[in-house]
């Protein structure tokens, strides 16, 4: 018996032993992994430079576990997680599905860090190539007390004065009928000429069964409007930060009746005030949903009304800026 209770206590030591050794070379796999990702840790704001335009996104790179991972807002969808990101030889690679861009292959992004700036290229969806670059998203963080300023009645009841289309190439069916500004989708989506920075904002809007509309703040964070009275609240629901904050209740009435909107956009802090309900309270702005027309966080922004694909109609919209 001896010689069998000793190969069997070899056998399990000798396990032991593999395994640590085992498991510290994963535990330092992770260290160094970490250490070669650390510079290229947070949020930033990206730039996708296609042949005529420009396509804002964003992406934030964190460590889990002591693994890289990576979510993304693309040209438009969700802020969702990537399958695949890694850093190797100071090189930065992340892959965005083909799914989620509509394209035959997978969007593969590849870049370096030069001083404060990302910069590399990507698979365009039509096999060609693509530049990319990326700064650190501000912190937009902020100490004082709010001082709010006048009222701006940037929808003055008659006609588009101080409105444009955010897409020219697109046939402008806006109008202003009985003191009510309307669209007749599909045509583009509108934008203010005035840009703000932090503000109060104001909106009455009524919409029709099946509307799926959005107010744009800083022309880069979406509101929500929707048509979905008396469903269970998600993060695509009326009210949301869209695809990134649901809003605590469903607070839409019936479609056809008018609806208001009361939002506090201060630094990345976003409140909503819905019907009279507040659904959004001091939420943290991460980072640009689908809507943004830019990746520059730092700087004002104009107001967006959603109107390229469902119906809409805004019969007040006041903006009070924050003036110190």
């Known amino acids: 018996?001896?010689?069998?209770?000793?190969?069997?206590?070899?056998?399990?030591?000798?396990?032991?032993?593999?395994?640590?050794?085992?498991?510290?070379?994963?535990?330092q796999d992770n260290k160094s992994e970490a250490s070669a990702a650390k510079p290229f840790l947070g949020r930033w704001d990206l730039t996708l430079k296609a042949p005529g335009r420009e396509y804002p996104s964003w992406l934030e790179l964190t460590l889990e576990d002591g693994k890289l991972a990576a979510q993304?807002?693309?040209?438009?969808?969700?802020a969702r997680p990537l399958p695949k990101v890694e850093v190797s030889e100071g090189r930065l690679t992340f892959v965005s599905p083909k799914e989620e861009e509509d394209s035959k292959s997978d969007m593969v992004f590849e870049g370096k860090l030069g001083g404060q700036t990302l910069s590399g290229t990507v698979s365009a969806p039509d096999g060609s190539s693509w530049a990319w670059t990326g700064v650190k998203a501000p912190s937009l963080k902020r100490a004082k007390a709010p001082t709010w300023g006048k009222p701006v009645q940037l929808f003055n009841g008659k006609d588009l004065s101080?409105?444009?289309?955010?897409?020219?190439?697109?046939?402008?069916?806006?109008?202003?009928?009985?003191?009510?500004?309307?669209?007749?989708?599909?045509?583009?989506?509108?934008?203010?000429?005035?840009?703000?920075?932090?503000?109060k904002l104001?909106?009455?809007?009524?919409?029709?069964?099946?509307?799926?509309?959005?107010?744009?703040?800083?022309?880069?964070?979406?509101?929500?409007?929707?048509?979905?009275?008396?469903?269970?609240?998600?993060?695509?629901s009326a009210g949301a930060l869209y695809s990134r904050v649901a809003p605590s209740v469903n607070a839409s009435k019936p479609p056809g009746e008018w609806q208001s909107y009361d939002i506090r956009l201060v630094g990345r802090q976003v409140t909503v005030v819905f019907n009279g309900t507040k659904v959004l309270d001091k939420v943290e702005v991460e980072g640009l949903t689908a809507i943004a027309g830019n990746a520059d966080e730092a700087d004002p922004?104009?107001?967006?009304?959603?109107?390229?694909?469902?119906?809409?109609?805004i019969k007040s919209f006041v903006v009070t800026p924050l003036v110190r």
Do not use: C
């Open 1 to 27: 018996m001896l010689p069998s209770i000793i190969r069997k206590t070899a056998f399990f030591f000798a396990v032991t032993v593999a395994l640590f050794v085992a498991m510290r070379a994963i535990s």
């Open 202 to 236: 104001h909106v009455d809007f009524r919409i029709v069964e099946h509307s799926n509309s959005g107010i744009g703040l800083r022309g880069r964070y979406e509101i929500q409007i929707l048509e979905d009275y008396g469903r269970p609240p998600n993060s695509h």
């Open 301 to 313: 922004g104009p107001f967006i009304v959603q109107g390229d694909h469902s119906y809409v109609e």
């Open 162 to 199: 101080g409105w444009k289309a955010l897409n020219p190439a697109v046939e402008m069916k806006w109008s202003v009928v009985d003191g009510v500004l309307r669209n007749a989708p599909p045509t583009t989506d509108i934008i203010s000429e005035l840009k703000f920075w932090n503000f």
């Open 72 to 78: 993304m807002t693309g040209r438009w969808g969700n």
